[in-house]
């Protein structure tokens, strides 16, 4: 005899506050749509987030593989702990979900002015970064499982329905959210302003959800309690939105060491420059309060300093281009127009080739009173040719065009890029670069490469000359003294640059044949410099690291 089945009790479903139908102001299909909205704009939301989290930690202390793998492990792990801390608030999902979106527009409205802070004033963000993805991550994660409760107490249906219906909701403001990001938020709004007008949005979303559609369900005290909580946090955001200016300047000048003369959020990357305001050009020592001597940053990295550029340009340029022919010359990067400046004192060049990435760099070499008083007007010259292009595809394109019986059309070519340990330059340091850039070479042409500080950082270097050794380059070695360039600011007390730590450059000279060291160290330089040429040279002709692989597209070696 088969027993008939007993009922399954509501509970064992969950509390019977979770299966009670909301008394909603709409109808069931007005109200499930409303709930599948608020899910599309917090998914928008929490990307944008998540993307901003990832942006300002690149941009403030570069290797944006490392950033975005701290950011992405730490917030999707949190997510989880966020949806079983959500399973405590399910009997109360509109209050617990309304105080959670108040939080989470709050939090990561306000994450990138704090990163920003803690790098400004503190040194360093990386224990804030992780911090804020953490709280992040467990506010999104909790976001679901109350969402989910919500839109099943709006209309009951199968889980299936319901979780697809609330995924493809939250995929798709997603979407939006990534693509606004880059496309919208990032080139009109900035950073700061972004994040905080995301936050409002958030917040908004959030608070009409539950203090409109689901206000029935809430007792009176908590309507007035989320409604304070949802103000205060609006308050707080529209307040932060208007403090970005005098809040931007001051973390610039703790970070920077003098008040940002120039600065510049182009398509590629933000440019800031200080000093060199003086009559004396570049050097800033021309008039009280120039600023002190000029100094270039790109997305945060010191990439140019007046008071030490020389020395580096000097040993990067005139090693290649005096060991022989040098009439026709390309300069990789380069932009700033100081490398070309350098090519330029050399009066047998017929033709310099500039392709900078940047248009605003281009533009600031040549309009900059400073920069183009150091530059010497260099980019200016009827012999000097500027391409704003991507090197990489650049020379993919011109090696395509001068086919494969083409003999190399320039006798020097000068790689003046990001240092090899920032991600968006780990290409122009590839197994692939190099071979391009050997066909482009005459066969008697030279190729000078800066390849990162030998001292401080031999990996690196070495793993550069091994690269080059597999495009079929004789390679050349040498150093000189100066600073380790392309690091990121740091906050200073003083008024002179950041980072400019007694350290060695580290230069490869390289060619289809070996190279001549007595004819590549010879004038327009002074004997001095060539006496240190020399002596950096033999300082690392004992010094390689034998048997690291080259770094290719497909499998970077630099770290």
């Not at 299909?29 to 300002?56: D, H, I, Q, S, T």
Request: proline share 7%.
């Amino acid at each position: 005899m088969i027993n008939p089945q007993e009922p399954v009790p509501t509970a064992a479903f969950g509390p019977p506050e979770v299966m009670r139908p909301a008394r909603l102001p709409v109808r069931s299909g007005p109200g499930r749509l409303l709930v599948l909205a608020a899910v599309f704009v917090c998914a928008a939301c929490g990307l944008v987030y998540e993307l901003e989290l990832v942006a300002l930690a690149s941009y403030l202390t570069g290797d944006s593989v490392t950033q975005s793998s701290v950011v992405l492990s730490v917030m999707v792990f949190a997510m989880g702990i966020g949806a079983l801390l959500a399973k405590q608030l399910r009997c109360r999902a509109a209050v617990g979900f309304g105080a959670i979106e108040a939080g989470l527009a709050l939090v990561g409205g306000c994450s990138a002015m704090a990163l920003y802070a803690c790098f400004a004033w503190c040194g360093q963000s990386r224990s804030a970064l992780v911090g804020f993805s953490l709280v992040i991550g467990v506010l999104i994660g909790a976001e679901v499982p109350l969402l989910m409760t919500l839109i099943q107490r709006v209309r009951r249906q199968d889980a299936g329905g319901a979780v697809a219906d609330l995924f493809a909701a939250d995929y798709v403001g997603a979407l939006v959210g990534g693509l606004a990001f880059p496309f919208l938020l990032l080139p009109v709004l900035g950073q700061l302003t972004g994040a905080l007008v995301t936050g409002t949005v958030n917040a908004v979303a959030g608070g009409a959800l539950v203090l409109w559609l689901f206000r029935r369900d809430l007792t009176p005290r908590a309507r007035r309690r989320l409604l304070a909580v949802n103000a205060l946090v609006l308050v707080l955001l529209a307040a932060g939105v208007l403090l970005v200016a005098p809040f931007e300047r001051a973390a610039r000048r703790a970070v920077y060491g003098s008040a940002a003369r120039v600065v510049v959020q182009t398509g590629v990357q933000e440019v800031v420059m200080t000093g060199g305001a003086g009559r004396a050009g570049g050097t800033g020592h021309g008039r009280k309060g120039s600023g002190g001597p000029l100094a270039l940053y790109l997305d945060g990295r010191l990439e140019v300093s007046a008071d030490d550029e020389l020395p580096y340009h000097q040993a990067l340029v005139h090693p290649a281009v005096a060991d022989g022919p040098h009439g026709r010359v390309l300069v990789l990067g380069g932009g700033d127009g100081l490398a070309a400046r350098e090519v330029l004192r050399h009066r047998a060049v017929r033709s310099v080739t500039v392709v900078e990435l940047d248009p605003g760099v281009i533009g600031l070499a040549r309009t900059d009173p400073g920069l183009s008083a150091l530059n010497h007007h260099a980019l200016d010259d009827p012999r000097v040719h500027v391409v704003t292009a991507d090197a990489f595809d650049w020379l993919r394109a011109e090696s395509a065009r001068c086919g494969r019986r083409c003999r190399g059309p320039y006798d020097v070519i000068v790689s003046d890029l990001p240092d090899p340990r920032v991600t968006a330059g780990t290409k122009l340091y590839s197994q692939e670069f190099y071979g391009l850039v050997a066909r482009l070479l005459a066969p008697g042409g030279r190729l000078a490469v800066h390849a990162g500080p030998p001292e401080a950082r031999p990996r690196v270097f070495w793993t550069v000359e091994s690269t080059l050794r597999s495009a079929g380059l004789a390679t050349v070695p040498y150093e000189v003294p100066g600073r380790r360039g392309g690091e990121s600011a740091r906050p200073v007390s003083g008024s002179g640059p950041a980072g400019s730590g007694a350290r060695y450059w580290g230069f490869l000279l390289a060619g289809h044949h070996a190279r001549d060291l007595d004819a590549a160290f010879a004038p327009p330089l002074p004997s001095a410099v060539r006496a240190t040429l020399r002596d950096g040279a033999q300082a690392l002709s004992g010094a390689r690291v034998d048997g690291l692989p080259p770094s290719t597209l497909m499998h970077p070696r630099y770290g």
